[in-house]
């Protein structure tokens, strides 16, 4: 993992050498073309919507069209297997979340190497999970939960989308730090997920806070924490899970990846114009109102991001058994 992480770097690290061109020179080079941005999962799921906000963000200020290509399957993987196939030339690119890093030793079976075939770009948004429980569950606080479920060891059910994603890792790395008993009921996908939380059928989950801020807004779920190590601005009552569990932290993040073998220049390009959308009082509204945080930063920034939660995902997924296949 150590010459692999080095060499990660060394190709992130590569664009940050290429000089700054004037923005009018940048646009006329690239793009010429309509680029699609690839998304391993359908449409309207969080991982979606980012990829539209900062599409149409980059379509403005590149003066070319920013498609969203939606293939989903496998966890994220068969779009990530599509653009790493994808011609190297800038004109593919890949929304990058949280379960790349996940998948990574989640699924033992990939024909590709997430950190050996793509380049990092650009970091995006940083967004909590929210540890959130049926309005029959009578706890209104961690401790107050923890107690329960180790009052009622292996009664309460706790839903994910599936296998290895980051709702499903994030509730094993609770269950371990809190030294609870809760029964992993695996989806497809999050909306069916919540609907049996709702229901009833289910009676804690981590989700992310595009999928549920509505409903906790509504009042229709209990939140109890966010993941993130700081309370999240756009749920300023809602305490940290690591309020109560020293050391606990999840979240999903999201950003831009391109394959291996881009130009320099064009990496270069892209996290320029992302940083300088990520800027913008507008976008960083529409992306508060997700839930989430900016992060910006050079390709080695989101190199550093992605190899650490890869190897901290990677000892949950071994210790849990948190597999995907």
Known sequence: MALARRRFLHLAAGAAM??????MTRALNYPTRPVRIIVGYPAGGPTDIVARVIGEALSERLN??????????????????AAVRAAPDGYTLLLVGSPHAINATAYHNLNFNFIRDIAPVASIIRVPLVMEVNLGVPTKTVPEFITYAKDNPGKLNM?????????HVSGELFKMMASVNLIHVPYRGSAPALTD?????????????PASIGYIRAGQIRPL??????RSDALPDIPSVSDFVPGYEASSWYGIGVPKNTPAEIVEIL???TNAALADSKMQARLFDLGGTVIQGSPTDFAILILDETEKWAKVVKISGARAD
């Open 225 to 230: 924490a966010v993941t993130t190590a700081l």
């Open 18 to 23: 290429v000089p700054a061109l004037p923005r």
């Open 271 to 273: 996290n320029m114009e």
């Open 197 to 209: 939380l709702l229901g009833g059928q289910v009676q804690v989950m981590f989700d992310t806070t």
């Open 159 to 167: 839903a994910s989308p599936g296998f290895g994603t980051p709702q």
């Open 64 to 81: 070319q069209s920013f498609i969203i290509e939606n293939r989903p399957g496998a966890g994220g993987n068969v779009g990530t297997e």
